[in-house]
């Protein structure tokens, strides 16, 4: 950059200022092939203009606005003074405008991105994923010898009551750790999560069993408890970090033991061994797991998951357990406050079973939902468009993941026993609430997913609480269900059609 730019070739030879400042004027023609203007001279029509879109029909059909046929027209030398003096139009944008006007849109097809889906869900994995969800309730036919069936509290098996109580901390805990978790996994930070899930899942355990220790029940009630709390926080780690087929060898114990117990009956020392096996097993693989995590390199800078998320994730757990837990013994346990009133215990019990079982299905629908809506992102036309696609693909999946929770809860029903009979009116709207409660809890976990985490807590509290004071008043707990899941299920599906239906939600 030392010397004069030379800006205009044979600058400097006489004349050249003379030919600068000519006038410069677009070319008759710009596609490959067409005569030359010696070679043939074309008729002057009424307009230049007609000849000039007939020549630039290709641009103008592309053109989303008439700018950027003025941006065109600007890059090729057209000026205000050529458009005046050849076209006569006031300028290059009127001349724009009227090009636009005159040629038809003609679009090209989107063009779709080939390559690997990143929400693409192995089928395989979430069938094992669904396995280790069902399978560890198993331990409960092995423990019920641990619970006193002869004495009642709260219209639950004496230790019922302090198992549910630390299910619902053990819930709210882990949904809040495996976020946080999930957070340090996100920002390639492996030895941070591990470090996050050494000090969590122990902490965890223990205020989960404390839980269940205030509550009271029968010592062995109490012992169990307290392993289950720490299957629990060991089960968090494991899945966490992708260690499902771990975790599911780690129940292995536990499945044969089973099979042993529908056969022949075996004493408690034998079933306590069973499952002593088995917590053995999964805490052993999540600390060996955990140690690994510790020893990788630590990741420098980055920014931490946000602690109002985590908060709200562990109060979700804790909302969605509540509903749960009213679903399976909202009747036992109203019929326990209110001795007075009609309840049904026992009744709902394949609630849990379709739910429990149906775990593995809803986690391959949300990545096949992600899937989906990814592809309409991309081959969709307009805003509107993206939109129908995205709620039709909603629709199927939550229809599909009822339909299929709906045959197991009647497969279940019909297998388990002392069921109702198919003619006890309150076998209908149990169901009804059953598909109420799932179609809450896939919703909400796929709001929860794409990152709307206060906004999905705070309608599920606000059901859990509502069905909470309802049952304590002595509601109808197949009534309060209907209407706390009927309208949760509703707000959350219009939030998710609105929400889902915006493509930034999408990025």
């Given at each position: 950059?030392?010397?004069?730019?030379?800006?205009?070739?044979?600058?400097?030879?006489p004349g050249w200022a003379e030919e600068t400042m000519r006038l410069r004027e677009l070319p008759r023609r710009r596609r490959p092939?067409?005569?030359?203007?010696?070679?043939?001279?074309?008729?002057?029509?009424?307009?230049?203009?007609?000849?000039?879109?007939?020549?630039?029909?290709?641009?103008?059909?592309?053109?989303?606005?008439?700018?950027?046929?003025?941006?065109?027209?600007?890059?090729?030398?057209?000026?205000?003074?050529?458009?005046?003096?050849?076209?006569?139009?006031?300028?290059?944008?009127?001349?724009?405008?009227?090009?636009?006007?005159k040629v038809a849109r003609r679009y090209p097809a989107p063009v779709i991105v080939t390559g690997a889906d990143p929400w693409r869900?192995?089928?395989?994995?979430?069938?094992?994923?669904?396995?280790?969800f069902a399978l560890p309730g198993l331990g409960y036919l092995l423990a019920s010898g641990f619970f006193a069936a002869h004495r009642?509290?709260?219209?639950?098996?004496?230790?019922?009551?302090?198992?549910?109580?630390?299910?619902?901390?053990?819930?709210?805990?882990?949904?809040?750790?495996?976020?946080?978790?999930?957070?340090?996994?996100?920002?390639?930070?492996?030895?941070?999560?591990?470090?996050?899930?050494?000090?969590?899942?122990?902490?965890?355990?223990?205020?989960?069993?404390?839980?269940?220790?205030?509550?009271?029940?029968?010592?062995?009630?109490?012992?169990?408890?307290?392993?289950?709390?720490?299957?629990?926080?060991?089960?968090?780690?494991?899945?966490?970090?992708?260690?499902?087929?771990?975790?599911?060898?780690?129940?292995?114990?536990?499945?044969?033991?089973?099979?042993?117990?529908?056969?022949?009956?075996?004493?408690?020392?034998?079933?306590?061994?069973?499952?002593?096996?088995?917590?053995?097993?999964?805490?052993?693989?999540?600390?060996?797991?955990?140690?690994?995590?510790?020893?990788?390199?630590?990741?420098?800078?980055?920014?931490?998951?946000?602690?109002?998320?985590?908060?709200?994730?562990?109060?979700?757990?804790?909302?969605?357990?509540?509903?749960?837990?009213?679903?399976?013994?909202?009747?036992?346990?109203?019929?326990?406050?209110?001795?007075?009133?009609?309840?049904?215990?026992?009744?709902?019990?394949?609630?849990?079973?379709?739910?429990?079982?149906?775990?593995?299905?809803?986690?391959?629908?949300?990545?096949?939902?992600?899937?989906?809506?990814?592809?309409?992102?991309?081959?969709?036309?307009?805003?509107?468009?993206?939109?129908?696609?995205?709620?039709?693909?909603?629709?199927?999946?939550?229809?599909?993941?009822?339909?299929?929770?709906?045959?197991?809860?009647?497969?279940?029903?019909?297998?388990?026993?002392?069921?109702?009979?198919?003619?006890?009116?309150?076998?209908?709207?149990?169901?009804?609430?059953?598909?109420?409660?799932?179609?809450?809890?896939?919703?909400?976990?796929?709001?929860?997913?794409?990152?709307?985490?206060?906004?999905?807590?705070?309608?599920?509290?606000?059901?859990?609480?509502?069905?909470?004071?309802?049952?304590?008043?002595?509601?109808?707990?197949?009534?309060?269900?209907?209407?706390?899941?009927?309208?949760?299920?509703?707000?959350?599906?219009?939030?998710?059609?609105?929400?889902?239906?915006?493509?930034?939600?999408?990025?």
């Amino acid at each position: 950059m030392s010397g004069p730019l030379r800006l205009v070739p044979d600058e400097g030879t006489p004349g050249w200022a003379e030919e600068t400042m000519r006038l410069r004027e677009l070319p008759r023609r710009r596609r490959p092939g067409a005569p030359s203007p010696a070679e043939d001279a074309p008729e002057l029509s009424p307009d230049p203009i007609d000849e000039l879109a007939e020549r630039l029909a290709d641009v103008c059909a592309d053109a989303v606005h008439p700018y950027e046929i003025a941006a065109f027209l600007e890059s090729d030398g057209l000026t205000d003074e050529q458009a005046a003096l050849n076209y006569g139009r006031p300028d290059s944008f009127a001349l724009a405008e009227e090009l636009f006007a005159k040629v038809a849109r003609r679009y090209p097809a989107p063009v779709i991105v080939t390559g690997a889906d990143p929400w693409r869900a192995d089928p395989w994995r979430c069938v094992l994923r669904g396995l280790v969800f069902a399978l560890p309730g198993l331990g409960y036919l092995l423990a019920s010898g641990f619970f006193a069936a002869h004495r009642l509290r709260f219209g639950l098996p004496s230790g019922l009551a302090a198992m549910a109580a630390a299910t619902l901390v053990s819930w709210a805990w882990n949904q809040g750790l495996a976020h946080r978790s999930y957070g340090w996994l996100s920002r390639t930070n492996r030895r941070a999560a591990g470090r996050a899930l050494a000090l969590g899942a122990p902490a965890g355990a223990l205020l989960a069993a404390a839980t269940g220790y205030l509550v009271g029940g029968p010592l062995a009630a109490l012992w169990f408890i307290a392993g289950q709390s720490l299957y629990l926080a060991a089960a968090t780690v494991l899945l966490v970090l992708g260690q499902e087929k771990l975790l599911l060898a780690a129940l292995t114990p536990s499945v044969v033991g089973t099979g042993l117990v529908l056969g022949v009956r075996l004493p408690g020392t034998a079933r306590s061994a069973i499952l002593l096996a088995t917590l053995a097993c999964a805490v052993g693989l999540a600390v060996w797991q955990l140690v690994r995590c510790l020893r990788t390199e630590p990741t420098a800078g980055g920014s931490r998951p946000p602690r109002h998320e985590t908060l709200g994730a562990g109060l979700f757990g804790l909302s969605v357990g509540t509903l749960t837990l009213f679903a399976g013994l909202g009747a036992s346990l109203q019929h326990g406050l209110r001795p007075g009133t009609t309840g049904h215990p026992g009744s709902t019990g394949p609630v849990l079973v379709a739910l429990t079982l149906s775990l593995g299905l809803a986690e391959w629908l949300l990545y096949r939902y992600r899937s989906l809506a990814t592809a309409a992102l991309r081959t969709s036309l307009s805003p509107g468009h993206f939109r129908r696609r995205t709620g039709l693909v909603l629709a199927g999946c939550l229809g599909g993941y009822l339909a299929v929770v709906g045959l197991l809860d009647l497969a279940a029903t019909l297998l388990w026993p002392h069921t109702p009979s198919n003619s006890s009116p309150t076998g209908p709207l149990t169901a009804v609430d059953l598909l109420l409660l799932a179609a809450t809890l896939w919703t909400a976990l796929l709001l929860q997913a794409l990152g709307l985490v206060w906004r999905t807590t705070g309608l599920c509290a606000a059901a859990a609480v509502a069905e909470s004071t309802a049952l304590l008043s002595g509601a109808d707990p197949l009534w309060v269900q209907l209407y706390g899941c009927g309208a949760a299920a509703v707000l959350l599906v219009l939030l998710a059609t609105v929400v889902l239906g915006r493509t930034t939600t999408h990025r």
